[in-house]
């Protein structure tokens, strides 16, 4: 990261921080999660509100502070001070998160999540956001969990560990026992309060969308945004995510060494989910261990194959992929664990899916024209007329589309360590954001999200995957046709 530009500046109007008595970003790490696990989640419209500027004010000052000191400073203590606020920054923006929870949190995992986008120092981080967030002190959850189960979890469970193990935006995860068999089970339960939290965000996001009313597009927007705003209390309703897990289960045989979860519906509420426990490191721990390039490589495909799988064969976006859903199990073994956010296709999705694997599936790349790809994104994007006769926006859609399918039509693996590409996919996303290109239909949210997140793990591992083999497995193309 280059001194003399800091690019997260241009993401601090973006980002919210720490409450007023919350600790300073340079006190030990260990203090900031003890001081963070004794806090409700804050409600209320205003309160989060004034939470959220108050973090924003406090990061600008940090980089204003960096400005200052580094005007007569050389280069080298430049970068010095530099890298040392962008650390600083990052710690007050985990504590805020955390703090706040719910909506603003998932902000975190997102920035965390795409290489690129923010300093290392705030990937880094950011990164605890996905599973090793500061939970809750349990003495904050106990009597919500004696509601929902009926009785204390030590009386519903044998060992059960009141400390965390891991946490993130709505909900924590401890581990216990099961009576009688002893199976190790992890219990995760929702932060009380949650659900009012998303509904008081998304009340703040619609009073700063005003503005846009007078837009054409705004009938389309509030669709998307209120398509959005059910997805994520869909996500606090953890019955619906057992669901969710039972169907992804029987996505997968045994042998294909990809392992989701099993549900104790007699053990699980709308706000408490218990299910099996499973073993494996995250994508950040894994990586530590410096693993080669064949293993990298393996999960890479396990991975692939369980988002396409989803998406292709069984109608449903898995709409969450970052490193806090995936474990890497010691026998080679994919765990595939969070099924929150997901999105189930109504026929207009399949259809416009379909279309789009016709035209880049089943029709040589020699045969196939900008105009052809044009008619199909401009339908399934739900454009007026005259937007899609707008040669600019038609472009940027279509270069989109093409960059989404590059690794599916390249032949052979395909280097996503190669961030060049994965660049030139936000940059171009970045742009058609710039340029008010919003007008979308509300399922396009859910694939997006999948098609970055998917390639935005396969960039971090490194990992050289046929991505084009596995689609036309799941897809069933031979011989030029979909079948």
């Not at 963070?36 to 990061?59: F, M, Y």
């Not at 004696?146 to 060992?159: I, M, Q, S, T």
């Not at 694997?357 to 994007?381: F, H, I, S």
């Not at 093409?402 to 171009?428: C, Q, S, T, V």
Request: proline share 5%.
């Amino acid at each position: 990261m280059s001194s003399t530009s800091p690019r997260i500046a241009e993401l601090i109007e973006a980002l919210p921080v720490e409450p007023p008595e919350a600790v300073e970003p340079a006190a030990a790490f260990p203090d900031l999660l003890r001081q963070l696990s004794r806090r409700r989640v804050p409600v209320g419209r205003l309160n989060r509100l004034w939470v959220l500027g108050t973090l924003q004010a406090k990061v600008a000052a940090a980089y204003l502070a960096w400005w200052l000191r580094s005007g007569y400073a050389s280069a080298d203590e430049r970068e010095r001070t530099l890298n040392e606020t962008h650390l600083t920054a990052a710690l007050r923006l985990l504590g805020g998160m955390t703090y706040l929870r719910g909506a603003i949190m998932k902000l975190g995992q997102i920035i965390a999540t795409h290489p690129d986008v923010a300093p290392e120092q705030f990937a880094d981080v950011l990164g605890r956001l996905h599973f090793e967030a500061p939970p809750m002190h349990f003495s904050l959850l106990r009597e919500f969990v004696r509601n929902e189960l009926g009785a204390d979890p030590e009386d519903v469970f044998d060992g059960f560990e009141t400390k965390a193990f891991a946490a993130a935006s709505l909900g924590q995860v401890h581990r216990a026992l099961l009576k009688g068999t002893q199976q190790r089970v992890a219990i995760k339960i929702q932060y009380p309060n949650i659900g009012r939290t998303i509904r008081d965000d998304f009340r703040n996001l619609m009073a700063f969308l005003t503005p846009m009313r007078l837009s054409g597009d705004w009938e389309n927007l509030r669709a998307q945004f209120e398509d959005v705003r059910h997805k994520l209390d869909l996500e606090t309703d953890y019955e619906q995510e057992a669901e969710n897990l039972r169907f992804a289960r029987a996505a997968y045989s045994e042998d294909e060494g990809i392992v989701v979860p099993r549900v104790f519906p007699e053990l699980s509420t709308k706000r408490v989910l218990t299910m099996d426990y499973l073993q494996g490191l995250h994508l950040g721990k894994f990586l530590a261990t410096d693993p080669p390039q064949e293993l990298r490589d393996h999960f890479g495909h396990k991975i692939s194959v369980a988002v396409v799988r989803l998406c292709h064969s069984k109608h449903l976006v898995y709409a969450d992929v970052q490193p806090g859903n995936f474990l890497f199990m010691p026998d080679g073994r994919l765990g595939f664990i969070d099924f929150g956010c997901c999105h189930y296709e109504d026929d207009g999705d399949t259809r416009f899916k379909a279309e789009m694997e016709r035209c880049y599936l089943g029709t040589p790349a020699a045969d196939r024209t900008p105009e052809a790809v044009r008619e199909p994104m401009a339908r399934g994007n739900d454009l007026t007329a005259e937007q899609a006769a707008d040669e600019a926006r038609m472009k940027l859609i279509v270069e989109l589309s093409d960059w989404a399918w590059e690794p599916i039509l390249h032949k052979g693996p395909f280097d996503f360590g190669d961030l060049d590409y994965f660049r030139r996919g936000a940059a171009m996303y970045g742009e058609a954001i710039r340029r008010r290109y919003t007008r979308s239909r509300p399922a396009n949210t859910w694939m997006i999200r999948s098609i970055f997140g998917l390639r935005a793990m396969l960039a971090r591992l490194k990992a050289r995957i046929d991505l084009g083999a596995i689609f036309r497995e799941e897809v069933n193309v031979s011989d030029g046709e979909v079948r």
